[in-house]
């Protein structure tokens, strides 16, 4: 069994997800989340709103509709622009993603070429249909966006969001109004997304459905080459891959040189700081990528994909973006709308320009399912860290018999008052141990016969399985030292 078999069998039979409506034959690119995936997401969630918003006072959340009006789709091009490159076998009539199916076959780029040039690939390379060897029909471009008919009578037709960034730029005046005029000025939203994919592949990596992380920042265009913070960050090292050579470290203030403004070199370096303090993904596991004039989209200014290193899907994949759109969004609904996007700000009026902050939040849970996945002779586990995990503690009677149930049943309710807590008594204590640790959970308290002595329990750390005896009464603030930082041997002996 590979990797990505391993995750998927623990996935499915833990509760983190398992194919949707799978009783009738799912299809592909629907995933639901089970109990600990819900757990696991709602933390990240938190996590990314707390450590986002807080880069400025007047950077807030919103939550829009998932249904839309087609003048929105109008005005962000969707409708005209938002296409995947299709080919069919002439003889299974299977459909694929062209540019997928060039890549996956040759050493070529085919991201960001138009119709003619993949259908050349194709013929050069001579692909045939990977299901029963037929020919290919030429290249053609699928728009992605799921179209609705509202209404009884069904005559007018509304769209679900392709993303959630459109919420936050057709609210732009109403806060921006509520907020008492201020730029910049970051509306978060996360929610839902609707992609109907060509043929969605790699799992739980690329959804139909999904759910995204978004922070549009509007600012005043001549403030770019400025941020308050600036002097906090410039020496921060990024991990930066440019022009597709391999990553390099460079300061923050060198990206100055390739003509990168500053407030847009500052939220890099808080999407690093993300990844690697909050979630503690291995530096070397960690990327910035910069799109090159040809993969970026057309409007935007500056373009780095965050990327991390999978086993599970060959390497290096985004995970997340940042994009410096300029004011393409406002425009654009200006044009449609009749809404004038034009704002007063002190004694000056301003078009804003955004810095959209991208994540996909199912990317980035399977990326820690792959990043913090280990193999040892007796066990599987993931190394979440605390941040993430969706089991905190766990609390176990080392036998069904002598009141040790009751007593560890008392421990349970004190601990899952502070903590997100599970009890067990079925099976023997080293199944218990193994059922959890394949979970993630960091920490187990066994209940034992000197407990009932000396009301002291067992304590036991997930990534060395190593063990220490604590007082009941002190466990709360004993897992607190454990899940920031401090090593188990300085909380007590180890057994």
Not at 385 to 400: D, G, R
Not at 429 to 435: F, N, P, Q, S
């Amino acid at each position: 069994m590979n990797k990505t078999d391993e995750i998927n069998n623990i996935a499915t039979k833990r509760g983190f997800f398992f194919p949707t409506a799978e009783i009738y034959n799912a299809k592909a690119g629907f995933w639901t989340y089970g109990h600990l995936g819900k757990l696991m997401r709602s933390k990240f969630e938190n996590l990314w709103l707390k450590h986002f918003l807080s880069l400025d006072d007047n950077y807030w959340e919103i939550d829009g509709s998932y249904i839309l009006p087609q003048k929105v789709f109008e005005a962000s091009g969707h409708l005209e622009n938002f296409k995947d490159p299709l080919t069919g076998c002439k003889k299974c009539h299977f459909r694929f993603r062209a540019d997928e199916l060039i890549e996956d076959n040759t050493k070529e780029k085919a991201e960001g070429l138009d119709e003619k040039e993949l259908t050349k690939l194709i013929k050069k390379h001579k692909l045939k249909c990977p299901k029963c060897k037929g020919e290919l029909e030429d290249v053609k471009f699928f728009n992605m966006m799921f179209e609705l008919k509202l209404g009884a009578t069904g005559q007018d037709s509304v769209y679900l969001a392709p993303e959630t960034a459109q919420n936050p730029f057709i609210s732009f005046k109403r806060e921006f109004e509520a907020l008492r005029r201020k730029l910049p000025m970051g509306l978060a939203m996360i929610g839902r997304s609707f992609r109907n994919e060509i043929s969605p592949r790699q799992g739980f990596f690329r959804l139909r459905e999904f759910n995204q992380a978004e922070l549009q920042i509007f600012f005043d265009p001549v403030e770019v080459n400025k941020h308050k913070d600036w002097d906090s960050v410039k020496d921060y090292k990024l991990i930066v891959s440019f022009d597709g050579k391999k990553e390099k470290e460079v300061k923050a203030s060198e990206l100055i040189k390739k003509k990168i403004p500053k407030f847009y070199i500052y939220h890099l370096v808080k999407i690093q700081e993300f990844y690697l303090e909050k979630l503690k993904i291995p530096k070397k596991k960690f990327r910035f990528r910069q799109l090159n004039e040809k993969e970026k989209a057309f409007y935007n200014k500056v373009h780095f994909d965050i990327e991390i290193d999978m086993d599970t899907l060959g390497g290096f994949k985004e995970v997340a973006g940042l994009h410096y759109r300029a004011d393409h969004d406002l425009k654009g609904h200006e044009k449609v709308s009749g809404e004038k996007f034009t704002v007063q700000v002190g004694d000056k009026k301003i078009m804003p320009h955004v810095l959209e902050l991208s994540f996909g939040i199912d990317r980035n849970i399977w990326a820690m399912m792959d990043v913090f996945f280990k193999k040892e002779k007796n066990r599987d586990l993931f190394l979440f860290p605390f941040s993430v995990c969706p089991i905190e503690a766990a609390v176990f009677p080392l036998v069904k018999k002598d009141k040790l149930p009751e007593k560890a049943e008392q421990i349970y309710h004190m601990l899952n008052k502070v903590f997100i807590t599970i009890y067990d008594k079925s099976g023997s204590i080293g199944k218990m141990y193994r059922r959890v640790d394949e979970i993630g959970c960091p920490a187990m308290i066994t209940v034992d016969h000197q407990t009932l002595k000396d009301d002291t329990v067992t304590l036991r750390n997930r990534d060395d399985m190593k063990q220490i005896r604590v007082k009941i009464e002190e466990l709360p603030a004993t897992l607190v030292k454990l899940y920031t930082g401090t090593d188990l041997k300085d909380l007590g002996k180890i057994l």
